[in-house]
């Protein structure tokens, strides 16, 4: 009986350990992106001086320790930000447009102008993110990145380079914040 208890409460404890809190914010342990189930592989929350930005979830289709190998993989993957204060579309854009220059190179920033161009005027018809608005960058191989707010959809931009200049922003040589990093790698 004693080693039937132990192992209905093994199992019991196992279920739960996929999901995780952050900051507040609980990330539940999958997620479903079109017909595809997906994982989640790591969280972390961004700062900035001394405020928390958001928390940031990873959710692949399996778990991956590797930023180079998250980054080349080309399936389906979703990067979501729980917004934990409010941004101006303009600042929102700023920040990913900085963050995505410091792993790439002015021809490389200059060859996704048009992508570029087209997150701008998704970010500026959302006009501002609120404290608890969740955006998503649902990858998706056939279609590209999609992004969302609050479960709308609010446009897709094509091509993988695109989305990868995107996983660079958290997981490339020069993330926004190495702890952040961390976190989305599962450590």
Same mark, same amino acid.
Do not use: C, F, W, Y
């Given at each position: 009986?004693?080693? !039937?208890?132990?192992?209905?409460?093994?199992?019991l404890l196992c279920g739960?350990?996929?999901?995780?809190?952050?900051?507040?914010?609980?990330?539940?342990?999958?997620?479903?992106v079109d017909a595809h189930t997906l994982v989640l592989n790591g969280a972390g !929350?961004?700062?900035?001086w001394f405020f928390k930005v958001y928390v940031g979830a990873l959710y692949l289709p399996q778990r991956q320790s590797s930023a180079e190998a998250i980054i080349a993989y080309e399936h389906e993957h979703r990067m979501?930000?729980?917004m934990l204060r409010g941004l101006s579309s303009k600042r929102l854009y700023g920040a990913f447009s900085e963050a995505?220059?410091?792993n790439r190179t002015p021809a490389e920033m200059?060859?996704?102008?048009a992508q570029l161009?087209?997150?701008k005027q998704i970010f500026d018809a959302v006009d501002e993110v609120k404290e608890g608005d969740v955006i998503t960058l649902d990858y998706l191989p056939d279609s590209g990145t999609r992004i969302g707010v609050n479960g709308t959809a609010r446009g897709t931009i094509a091509g993988m380079e695109f989305n990868r200049a995107l996983l660079e922003i958290w997981l490339g040589r020069k993330p926004v914040?190495?702890?952040m990093k961390k976190g989305l790698l599962g450590g």
């Open positions: 009986m004693k080693r !039937i208890l132990l192992m209905l409460t093994g199992l739960s350990v996929g999901a995780m809190e952050v900051a507040g914010v609980n990330l539940p342990d999958s997620v479903q !929350i961004r700062s900035k979501v930000l729980h995505m220059e410091l200059a060859a996704m102008d161009k087209q997150m914040q190495e702890d």
